[in-house]
């Protein structure tokens, strides 16, 4: 059974760091093909892709994230950790982790429940 | 950059009629990276379509997509009760690898 769940604080302060982590199990990031994303949603609006780590550790960001965004991952604790630099309120969103392969769907098949980010002084 | 566009914003209709739901892209996105995402008030989203028109597991076959180049469909033959949701397309690229689309939201009339 495939799971991820994210974990992170539920309110930041504008200009801190956020770091988020993304546990997940029944599948491994050492295994060819699969990836782990982040994808962003602020409440009421559409969908955001942040950024995407390989089995490879090949990452990928969004352009217009590029600069503030960092996804590492630890193979061995199964976990992702994105790092957001200087938050604004704009940032205020639910934060979900996702399970990406090149080698089934190439979308993002599994997804954890998300959690909720506030920015605010 | 492919930006997607989706139609309409909303779709509100009955039990039991179909949906029409339009994704088209700004450039040509090749079929086999084209999705559709349904997801319904406090739940992360559900694949439904991968590469255009084939189902993800356990999805009805009421779901259905089609489409090429830049213009994709989602199509739900009779809707049920637990069908009335907001619907997002998503392509796989290059750079950016992954967009959104900013969403239908099909509701009941």
């Known amino acids: 059974q495939i799971t991820l769940k994210e974990s992170g604080p539920t309110l930041v302060k504008p200009t801190q760091t956020l770091t988020l982590t993304c546990t997940f199990s029944?599948?491994?990031?050492?295994?060819?093909?699969?990836?782990v994303g982040w994808i962003r949603q602020p409440p009421g609006k559409a969908l955001e892709w942040l950024a995407l780590?390989?089995?490879?550790?090949?990452?990928r960001y969004s352009p217009s994230l590029k600069s503030r965004l960092t996804i590492t991952k630890d193979t061995s604790k199964n976990q992702v950790v994105l790092t957001m630099t200087n938050m604004d309120p704009v940032d205020t969103a639910t934060y979900y982790c996702?399970?990406?392969?090149?080698?089934?769907?190439?979308?993002?098949?599994?997804w954890g429940q998300g959690t909720l980010v506030t920015v605010s002084s | 950059e492919i930006v997607l566009t989706q139609s309409p914003g909303t779709l509100s209709l009955s039990p039991g009629e179909r949906a029409t739901l339009s994704c088209r892209a700004s450039?040509?996105?090749?079929?086999?990276?084209l999705a559709w995402y349904q997801q319904k008030p406090g739940q992360a989203p559900r694949l439904l379509i991968y590469?255009?028109?084939s189902r993800a597991t356990g999805i009805p076959d009421r779901f259905s997509g089609s489409g090429s180049g830049t213009d994709f469909t989602l199509t739900i033959s009779r809707l049920e009760p637990e069908d009335f949701a907001v619907y997002y397309c998503?392509?796989?690229?290059?750079?950016?690898?992954?967009?959104f689309g900013p969403g239908t939201k099909v509701d009941i009339k």
């Open positions: 996702a399970l990406h392969s090149t080698v089934t769907t190439v979308f993002f098949d599994y």
């Open positions: 029944g599948f491994s990031l050492s295994t060819s093909g699969v990836g």
């Open positions: 780590i390989y089995w490879n550790d090949d990452k």
């Open positions: 450039q040509s996105v090749s079929s086999s990276y």
């Open positions: 590469g255009a028109s």
């Open positions: 998503q392509q796989y690229g290059s750079s950016p690898v992954f967009t």
